[in-house]
């Protein structure tokens, strides 16, 4: 039997310490408010919060990813967005992901990336599987 994964692990910069105890605080009270719905996650829709980011040595940012094993894409673009608007931040934020499998299938591998608007909420996403099947048809049909 083959395991699929969704893997992913980026930096959300809020922009100030006391910043991340707010989105700290959201990530919180939404990991409580939704516990019963997702108790199998490990995390929140199937994401993890750290405040302790090693790269950012001024505690500014959050470390958002997919935990142990798998995680929820959109579960990220959802806090991210809702953070942003909570803090009023401005400029944008993007990650990418892998979604893999533990034995050699076909159509099992892909990812894809997003884009979030922090002022407006808005989110461009692309989702490698699904675009490569629109190329290949388009140039099928061509």
């Known amino acids: 039997m083959a395991n699929n994964y969704t893997q992913f692990s980026v930096e959300f910069d809020v922009g ?6 707010k989105a700290m605080k959201i990530f919180n009270d939404r990991q409580k408010e939704d516990h ?21 040595p001024a505690n500014t940012a959050l470390w958002i990813n ?14 991210v967005t809702t953070v942003g608007k909570a803090l009023k931040l401005k400029g944008k934020w993007g990650f990418s992901w892998a979604d893999t499998c533990s034995k050699l299938r076909l159509n099992e591998f892909g990812g894809g990336a997003a884009v979030v608007d922090l002022k407006t909420g808005h989110v461009e996403f692309v989702n490698t599987y699904e675009w490569l099947h629109k190329k290949l048809n388009r140039k099928r049909a061509a």
């Open 36 to 56: 019963e719905s997702y108790p199998d996650d490990g995390g929140w829709l199937g994401i993890s919060v750290d405040n302790e980011v090693a790269s950012n």
């Open 66 to 79: 997919s935990g142990d094993e798998s995680g929820n894409p959109e579960a990220a673009i959802d806090f």
């Open 16 to 21: 100030s310490a006391e910043n991340v105890e």
